[in-house]
């Protein structure tokens, strides 16, 4: 088992970034696939980025060339640097785990994801 708690999320003015850290324990973040996904309000929760085990990274349109995932083996921490933030990157966001049985086709699918953090809300004004 994996647990995961994220930080870093906060208020930032539109164009400003923010830098979201995945702390994991009970077992190495190189052991899983890692995604990032966010919930707005009223809204179903969705992926944003994920780090693969094999170091595969993909992302959501929406965040591409704007967001980057990242992993520190040392500190068994995944990151999510989120720049050029626009007011409607305002959500929680989550990070899972994925077991190394799924094929890339299953990265950006919830319900694939054994552990979730608590999350951390991020809010971005206009």
């Known amino acids: 088992q994996v647990q995961l708690v994220e930080s870093g999320g906060g208020l930032v003015q539109a164009g400003g970034s923010l830098s979201l850290s995945c702390a994991a324990s009970?077992?190495?973040?190189?052991?899983?696939?890692m995604g990032w996904f966010h919930q707005a309000p009223g809204t179903e929760r969705e992926f944003v980025a994920v780090?693969?085990?094999?170091?595969?990274?993909y992302y959501a349109d929406s965040v591409k060339g704007r967001f980057t995932v990242s992993r520190d083996n040392a500190k068994n921490t995944v990151y999510l640097q989120m720049n050029s933030l626009k007011p409607e990157d305002t959500a929680v966001y989550y990070c899972?785990?994925?077991?190394?049985?799924?094929?890339?086709?299953?990265?950006?699918?919830?319900?694939?994801?054994?552990?979730w953090g608590q999350g951390t809300q991020v809010t971005v004004s206009s």
């Open positions: 009970g077992r190495t973040v190189t052991s899983y696939t």
């Open positions: 780090l693969s085990w094999s170091d595969i990274t």
């Open positions: 899972a785990a994925q077991a190394p049985k799924y094929s890339s086709s299953y990265y950006t699918l919830r319900g694939r994801y054994d552990y």
